[in-house]
């Protein structure tokens, strides 16, 4: 085939006689690097995917933890043959960190920034650096790293070097090429590898060899350069050749950044800085012609904004579906319209600018009909949230078709824009397909994804069809295949086609540097059998199997398929945050499902203590619910996947003693003295470690000398229960006799360890508010047993509250649960484990005590006047069973209702207890680690109390920080006590 690189059946050949004896080659590579060695199967398939459509499982994996181990390891497969493939978050869209020889992952160890020089404004990082916490790092010298890729709060440097990422303010800011001073990295061969102006005197043999067949073969090729490069702003499509021989040097840096890995392995990056904007202010112009919107961006771009955006109709109407309250900015005629963004050195410069570029779209042009405004940042984030309103609704669309990344990066200069979008339009209108049209028009680049369904085979036909018609589309107006994406699998096999005579000079480039090929092949330069619709991950091959399990339901397997492995989970889930492990992510777990649900790998794999493994790397916190971009339950698929091994293996002693925590803890409440006596005992604690596997370092609760039971008995008026089962039920009058009810539902920690504190607190809150407050006689919510795989333990007792609470529901009396975690409980899992219509009821009268209370006061119900001033300084801890329910902001606002109470603000993040988790022997230290970011964010805060509403947070953050932990009611009911003095 044309352009396919030499040696490719030679470097097949090498990876099957691998495959082979992997090993012997994992127990080669385990002699050469300090790192990681991961050969294993469940390793293999991990690293088989990404956030694109394709999927290709490596020979093995290796995660360096410096450059000696990525020469060593580099040398090793330069003997045999092996190709190598470096690899970041996993976060690109077209396969670039894929491949069936070594993956090297770079974000485990080879993530420090060794140093910042912010009079020079330069930063040196290694490649696994994270794009967001660099620029969290530098802002607090006032700089930042300049491009801004959507994926930036996962995606690392190595990867956007590797990429040319660069994002919507690239029109101001350039992308990542323009912002790296010097490169260290590995050749093909092992030997390094140094760019930077200056260093030619410190080069290796190989690399001063590269230099100088570069030279000539640009020298030679400089009209075919000139004469077939992309006319556009900006471009990550082949490799740019553009800079590269200066008049007295070589300059590899335009080369390397953007080479996708295919040229050499990146360890270390000396990165360019820019002072943040002093202010910005952002503009939403509206048209209701595309050829008024196209003449809008080119009228622009001499103002010098940082960003112009695009969106059609189609995107409008699709956030409409999700988020119509975004979209009120947007007045009725709107077919297209621009978000323009500008930076300056102050407010006034901002505001003239925006001025300025009213005056010339609407006033004196009148391209644009209307335009608005915004110069505070909660405005312009009003604005920029119509501009991404209809990503998450493309995310979690619904159905077989799913929108494809395949042609969604193309670029052609800004004053062809209009002819792009209507070329692209009439594809999708020839071929039947859906798609939206969105993007950086400053740099006339558009992101564009049909909707299709490559399982069946007229959508596959469909995309090479259409992906063929675009390439020929972008060749016509001299466009670039990618503007900050790369090419991966997706285009390599256009790029022939499109740089015609000048793709004949990359092959050259290619060989310059890897004679082998073994350099992430397949990219840039295209390898038969590799291209925009092989490998797919969901092909017409793809079927689901039968594997007589819980996974033959439909609805866990349409979960397990909806995960496209965006990576975004490596910005949110806190073990991963902890572990640095890709098993460790959310989209590794449906990533192995997937094979099972597939018959890829035999259901038997489910009952297998390796893939059991991955599956206790989800706490259930729950945080999928609410921050993946998808919305995939992540959390009960991992609890059906331990579900079914307990069924099949049985549950852990320890695992049943921790899960019933209601019957462990009501047994050491009942001998308080003692039994806190000896939980302080270390010997009792070796013992513990050894017989049970709990932490011997583990500081537990204190139990209470009285249950909240007991001051019920003391305080409340018994009477008989609604469900008519000869249970009582306690009621705390209200503040007079026709007060409404309300039914408390008090957690294990609140009856038996904080009882004085949350559950007291909670009772007389709600009492001064006016409520009468009733409390039945129910049982253990149960989720640290479904956690643990044990929901056939919990459903009796999940039916007996059920029960209970369904008599006050139907009388529209509300459920309220101090406990996030029981809340949790009742909200999500009692429906799903019970799947009863009963369930459901209930389930919807429930409220967390915080959205409760803040309710009320929005009702005007809640006595603040009653308040009497608490002089304390406290932060607030927000546990992840409560984002899990969408409730943020709502226990800050009730706090600083408070007189005198000075509540501060900090980065929060996950404690790293996860319940049960971080009370286990094999994990205890990972806990303390997964909760350091909040440590150190509460001791820099200097506060004397720290409010969270779940206890087991309260244990881990006490035991991390030594500072007071109380429930954020208890700190209401002081300002009341001291109201009443």
């Known amino acids: 085939m044309v352009g396919c690189a030499r040696g490719d059946g030679i470097l097949v050949a090498n990876c099957l006689t691998a495959m082979n004896n992997r090993h012997a080659v994992a127990k080669d590579l385990r002699r050469l ?175 001063r060899r590269i230099e100088g067949g570069l030279r000539a073969l640009l020298a030679k090729n ?53 002072p943040i904007p002093s ?28 960003a112009i955006e695009i969106v059609d109709e189609k995107f409008l109407a699709l956030a409409r579906i999700d988020n119509a ?47 608005e405004l915004a110069t505070e940042a909660a405005a312009q984030q009003k604005l920029w949230a119509v501009r991404k309103a209809a990503t998450p609704v493309l995310n979690r669309m619904e159905g077989p078709r799913r929108p494809i990344s395949v042609i969604e990066d193309a670029a052609v200069a800004p004053e062809r824009l209009v002819e792009y979008m209507t070329g692209l339009q009439e594809i999708m209108d020839a071929h039947g397909v859906e798609a939206t049209l969105h993007g950086h028009a400053g740099n006339g680049h558009l992101h564009v994804r049909p909707v299709l369904d490559l399982k069946r085979i007229d959508d596959l036909q469909r995309l090479k069809s259409i992906t063929q018609s675009a390439a020929d589309l972008v060749q016509r107006l001299r466009g670039t295949l990618s503007a900050e994406h790369g090419d991966g699998l997706c285009r390599a096999q256009f790029l022939p086609q499109v ?43 793809y079927q689901r199997v039968h594997s007589h399990t819980v996974f033959d339901e439909e609805p866990l397997q349409t979960q397990t ?6 990576g975004s989970c490596r910005d949110y889930c806190p073990v991963f945050l902890g572990t640095g492990d890709e098993a460790a992510t959310a989209r590794a777990k449906a990533n192995l499902l997937r094979q099972i649900i597939s018959g890829a790998v035999p259901p038997e794999a489910l009952e297998e203590a390796s893939l059991k493994r991955v599956m206790d790397l989800c706490v259930n916190c729950k945080q999928c619910l609410t921050d993946c971009p998808t919305l995939v339950d992540i959390p009960t698929l991992a609890v059906e996947a331990r579900a079914h091994y307990v069924a099949k293996r049985g549950q852990q002693l320890r695992n049943l003693l921790l899960g019933y925590s209601a019957q462990t803890s009501r047994a050491g409440q009942a001998t308080a003295a003692i039994a806190n006596a000896v939980n302080e005992l270390q010997p009792w604690r070796a013992l513990m470690e050894h017989l049970v596997g709990l932490h011997r370092d583990r500081q537990f609760p ?214 049960t988790f971080g009370m286990k022997k094999e994990n205890f230290a990972l806990s303390m680690e997964m909760g350091a970011p909040l440590f150190e964010a509460i001791a820099s805060a200097r506060v004397d109390c720290v409010a969270s509403g779940c206890g087991t947070c309260n244990v881990q953050i006490k035991q991390g920080t030594g500072i007071e932990v109380v429930h954020p009611v208890m700190l209401l009911h002081e300002a009341y006590e001291a109201g009443s003095c």
Not at 279 to 303: K, Q, S
Not at 362 to 369: D, G, K, P, S
């Open 33 to 207: 690097v300090q790192g990681e060695v991961l050969f294993d199967e469940v390793s293999r398939l991990l690293y088989s995917t990404a956030a694109c459509m394709y999927q290709i499982e490596p020979l093995g994996v290796v995660v360096p933890r410096d450059a000696d181990d990525v020469r060593a390891v580099v040398g090793y497969a330069a003997a045999r043959g092996f190709p190598l493939i470096g690899r970041g978050a996993g976060s690109s869209l077209n396969g670039q960190a894929l491949g069936r020889g070594l993956v090297l992952d770079f974000t485990k160890y080879m993530r420090t920034v060794v140093s910042v020089d912010p009079a020079a404004r330069t930063a040196v990082v290694q490649p696994g650096v994270v794009l967001k916490q660099l620029n969290r790092g530098l802002a607090k010298h006032g700089l930042w790293f300049a491009p801004d890729p959507s994926s930036g709060d996962q995606a690392t440097i190595g990867g956007m070097i590797g990429a040319n990422a660069a994002g919507a303010r690239s029109l101001k800011h350039g992308a990542t090429r323009d912002h790296v001073r010097r490169i260290n990295g590995v050749l093909a061969n092992g030997e390094s590898l140094v760019a930077d102006a200056g260093m030619a005197d410190r080069v290796g043999e190989a690399q």
């Open 222 to 274: 400089s009209e075919v350069i000139d004469q077939c490069r992309p006319r556009v702003n900006k471009n990550s499509s082949g490799y740019c050749l553009d800079g590269v021989a200066e008049a007295n040097r070589t300059n590899l840096i335009p080369l390397l950044v953007g080479s996708e890995g295919t040229l050499a392995l990146v360890t270390e990056a000396t990165l360019n800085l820019l």
């Open 279 to 306: 202010a910005r202010g952002t503009a939403l112009f509206f048209f209701a012609e595309l050829a008024a919107a196209g003449e809008g961006v080119c009228a622009l771009l001499d103002m010098r904004p940082s």
């Open 325 to 371: 309250q975004a979209l009120a900015p947007v007045p009725p005629g709107t077919k297209y319209m621009l978000l323009v963004e500008f930076e300056g050195e102050d407010a006034a410069a901002v505001a003239q600018s925006l001025a300025a570029a009213e005056q010339r779209l609407v006033r004196e042009t009148r391209l644009a009909f209307a335009v």
């Open 499 to 541: 740089f015609g005579e000048l793709y004949s000079v990359f092959v050259q480039v290619k060989r310059l540097f890897d004679p082998q090929g073994l350099l992430n092949p397949g990219k840039k330069v295209f390898v038969g059998g590799m291209g925009v619709a092989d490998n797919l991950r969901y092909g017409p091959e």
């Open 561 to 566: 398929e909806r995960c496209h492995g965006c």
């Open 702 to 915: 204190h139990f209470a000398p009285r249950s909240y039971r007991q001051w019920l008995e003391a305080n409340a008026v018994q009477t008989p229960s609604p469900a008519g089962d000869g249970a009582g039920v306690h009621r705390v009058p209200g503040t007079h006799p026709a007060s409404p009810a309300v039914v408390y539902f008090a957690g294990c920690f609140a009856h038996y360890c904080d009882p004085e504190g949350e559950a007291v607190a909670t009772t007389e809150v709600l009492r001064r508010t006016g409520y009468e407050v009733i409390v039945p006689e129910l049982r253990c919510c149960g989720i640290a047993l479904l956690t643990l795989g044990s929901g056939d333990r919990v459903r009796p007792d999940a039916e007996h509250n059920i029960a209970r609470l369904l008599p006050y529901v139907r009388e529209g009396i509300p459920v309220v649960a101090s406990s996030a975690s029981c809340c949790l409980a009742l909200k999500e899992d009692y429906p799903s484990l019970l799947a009863s219509p009963e369930a459901k009821e209930v389930s919807r009268s429930v409220f967390d005590i915080h959205e409760f209370l803040l309710s009320l006061h929005g009702e005007g119900k809640l006595d603040t006047a009653s308040f009497g001033s608490v002089k304390r300084r406290v932060t607030y801890h927000n546990p992840c069973h409560l984002k899990a329910q969408g409730i943020r902001r709502q226990p800050v606002e009730l706090l600083r209702l408070v007189p005198d109470l000075e509540v501060i603000e900090i980065e929060d993040s996950c404690c790293g207890i996860a319940g």
